[in-house]
């Protein structure tokens, strides 16, 4: 344990997976109790210890409520809250005018405001403690309006921007709140970025997706790698600990040097 969070109760949306998986992981391994709040089942239950992983839709608002309730009334405490879940729009690539106006309002629901139903849901549990984080997952598309996906783009700029609003408001409070920005992850939603451009090449010139990845990977990320769920998850639960007292409002990318300006 480098920042020992023993007692302390965390909340995960989107833990099931990816990046979320990661960070619900390294809280446990810090000694915090956590829920994960995820659509799905978590894919590797094992490797997770007494974790509670509770089937939640964060688009809907009252099973989000719900499930605040029944944590609080179970644990009888939140401390973080981490808001991982998200999707795109699963047409990537496209300039704005081929993406269907439908797939706009999904992309919206989860990213925007299943962020915006765990911090309405939980705020007044952190309130009451005094002393806690809430943490939001944007991504570097939100910094510079990524022609990759534009609905993502533009939901992961208003989670960064919510997330600012959310900073001010609990200040007073003592709770602290900050986004990451993560760049290039290998994650089923990045390998699904990849396999929607591939579906779309010639079948003779497609490269495989680690060909693509690579290729990307020399082109965007000045430290020329992937970023691991767990460098993501390491600062997740640096935030969360007394040595992040000071930091919020804060967008940090874990990106490589990806974006650079924000
Ligand atoms: N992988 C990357 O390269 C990358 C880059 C930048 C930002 N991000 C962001 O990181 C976060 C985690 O993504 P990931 O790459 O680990 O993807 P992932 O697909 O592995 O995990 C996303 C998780 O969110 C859950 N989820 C989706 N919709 C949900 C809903 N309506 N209700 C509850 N749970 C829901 C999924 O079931 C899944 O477990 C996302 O917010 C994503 O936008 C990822």
């Known amino acids: 344990m480098k920042f020992d969070l023993s007692g302390q109760v965390v909340v995960v949306s989107g833990g ?13 391994q810090e000694g915090a109790r956590v829920y994960v709040l995820d659509r799905q089942p978590i894919a590797a239950p094992g490797e997770f210890g007494d974790v509670m992983a509770l089937l939640t839709d964060v688009t809907d608002f ?18 973080h809250v981490v808001c991982a879940a998200g999707v795109g729009s699963g047409h990537f690539g496209f300039p704005f005018w081929n993406v269907p106006i439908e797939s706009w309002d999904r992309v919206w629901r989860v990213n925007v405001m299943g962020t915006v139903h765990l911090a309405q849901a939980f705020q007044p ?4 403690r005094g002393d806690g984080t809430l943490l939001t997952v944007a991504s570097v598309a939100g910094q510079i309006g990524s022609q ?57 010139s497609t490269e495989t997706y680690d060909e693509w990845t690579d290729r990307k990977i020399r082109q965007v990320v000045p430290l020329q790698r992937w970023q691991e769920p767990e460098d993501v998850a390491a600062l997740a639960v640096f935030l969360a600990s007394p040595r992040g007292r000071n930091i919020t409002g804060q967008t940090l990318n874990v990106d490589g040097g990806f974006v650079m300006h924000w």
Do not use: H
């Open 16 to 28: 099931s997976s990816g990046i979320g998986w990661a960070i619900a992981r390294e809280f446990r």
């Open 62 to 79: 009252s099973a989000v409520q719900r499930r605040a309730d029944e944590i609080t009334t179970q644990a009888g405490r939140v401390d």
């Open 125 to 128: 549990m952190l309130r009451e």
């Open 148 to 204: 990759t996906d534009p609905p993502y783009s533009a939901a992961k700029a208003a989670v960064i921007n919510f997330t600012q609003c959310t900073a001010k408001d609990l200040a007073p409070f003592g709770i602290r709140a900050n986004c990451l920005c993560p760049g290039m992850v290998r994650t089923p939603l990045n390998r699904s970025v990849y396999e929607s451009w591939a579906s779309r090449q010639p079948a003779d």
